[in-house]
């Protein structure tokens, strides 16, 4: 029977400068199932790592020209593709070695001899944490999908998350904030805050993407995404009650058109009511909107955006999260020209085939 988690989908990169130690550990891991590729030292093996097949790979230390610690460090400096998941397997087993290795950003070490089901165990341990990265990535591929059809250029869900990241960043180290405010909580609204719009799905053509203003009935539709996004996660939540980014999730759905003086929608929560990641993810939608260009309105500057930002404080938004944006305000700057940099690019490539898709679902629509 086929190991569960063991795919053949999981090709490892073996990197070591000693062709029979290199072989038998091949040797290993082809019995196991893993399809296996050697470098001769760490120079072949960023090669290697360029081309995204490989998700781990397994190094010695001592080689020529680029040696394992080297080789751990460029690719956690450089970021070539996904997350890579390095084991550093060496003779070199002192305490310092283990020390410099995950300081270099190795994610597991083992020492030399080694035994071939360990070894097995230490994957599976990477697998495990690979798997968990597609589960996110496979989070953010939806809320893409339902962003593209009001938003199908730009990278408002990329700035989204980094905005939310940094002003939770800041805030953390603020007394009233550090107790509630951890790493999970970080990493959790990075997660979460893409999926805010995810109930526009639920929302007409007609209404969410008329070039002019709504009428006030065409509005009350349109509100209605932050209940429809929020009922369609709550029934997740119910199911999985464990899966906290989805909590959080839902609070951000339900709440990021909430405003601190109660005036907002669905529910007309004000101040403390409204949970802390709404309050956050209010702040970064609107400075994102404002400084994006829609078809009925063009793109404000950032100044401009600041401006109404300050002005909304106590009113639309939480003071303290303003107080916060305030201080970043230059690194909302810099999230906004990067991204809108590096979205222009890739729309150059992505937009004529989303578009040649779309007709494609449409003809078949039609049939
Ligand atoms: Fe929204
Ligand atoms: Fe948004």
Redesign the pocket.
Known sequence: MKDKLSTENTHVLVVDDDPIAAETLQHALTEYGYPTTIANDGVEAIHHVRTGKFRIVISDIEMPRMNGIELCREIRERSLCDYTYLILLTGRCDTESVIEGLDAGADDYMSKPFSPSELRMRIRAGERLLLQESRELMIFALAKLA?SRD?ETGS??ER?REFCRALCGELSSWEDYKEVIDGIYIQSIYESSPL??IGKVGIPDRILLKPGKLTDDEFAIMSMHSQIGADTLQSVVDAHPEATVLKMAYQIALT?HERWDGTGYPRGLSGEQIPLCGRI?AVA?VY??LTSERVYKKAFSHEKAVQIIREGAGTHFDPDIVKAFLRLEDFFRKIKTDFNESAERKDAEFLPRFKRNLEIVSSLQTL
Do not use: E, R, T, Y
Request: aromatic share 0%; glycine share 0%; net charge negative.
């Open positions: 962003d938003n408002h869900l989204i805010h719009d990021h993810v939608d994102d909107a």
